[in-house]
C-alpha cells in the first residue's frame, strides 16, 4: 500500500531553519505531483508548496522566499527547505502526493510538527 512518511520536524527558535522530508513507498513516485500542507491549532489546513512531475513549483505568499520543496526522485523523497522560520509557522505539516489536478491530493501522510518559538 501507499505510504507517505514524515520526518525532520522538531522545535526550532524563530529565524532558524528546519529541512522536512517526506519517503513515499507503494507508487510511482516520478509520476505523481507532490505538495506539503500544514494545520496549525485551531485552523484549517492550508496548502504550501507543490511540486509538479516536471519539477516546477507553486509557494503560497505566506512562505514564498523562506521555503524551497524539492523532490529526489531515485529517493522517493520529497523535501521542504524551511528558513527564517516564524512562530505562525508552528503547525503539523503534511506532504501529500497527486496524480490529478490539483487539489485533489489522493495519499497523505502521517504529519510531522514544526514548533516555532519566539
Known amino acids: 500500500q501507499v505510504q507517505l512518511v514524515e520526518s525532520g520536524g522538531g522545535l526550532v527558535q524563530a529565524g532558524g531553519s528546519l529541512r522536512l522530508s517526506c519517503a513515499a513507498s507503494?507508487?510511482?513516485?516520478?509520476?505523481?505531483?507532490m505538495g506539503w500542507f500544514r494545520q496549525a491549532p485551531g485552523k484549517e489546513r492550508e496548502f504550501v508548496t507543490t511540486?509538479?512531475?516536471?519539477?516546477?513549483?507553486v509557494y503560497a505568499d505566506s512562505v514564498k522566499g523562506r521555503f524551497t520543496i524539492s523532490r529526489d526522485n531515485a529517493k522517493n523523497t520529497v523535501y521542504l527547505q524551511m528558513n527564517s522560520l516564524k512562530p505562525e509557522d508552528t503547525a503539523v505539516y503534511y506532504c501529500a502526493a497527486r496524480s490529478g489536478n490539483f487539489p485533489d491530493y489522493d495519499y497523505w501522510g502521517q504529519g510531522t510538527q514544526v514548533t516555532v518559538s519566539s
Open positions: 507503494g507508487l510511482t513516485f516520478s509520476t505523481y505531483a
Open positions: 511540486i509538479r512531475r516536471g519539477g516546477s513549483t
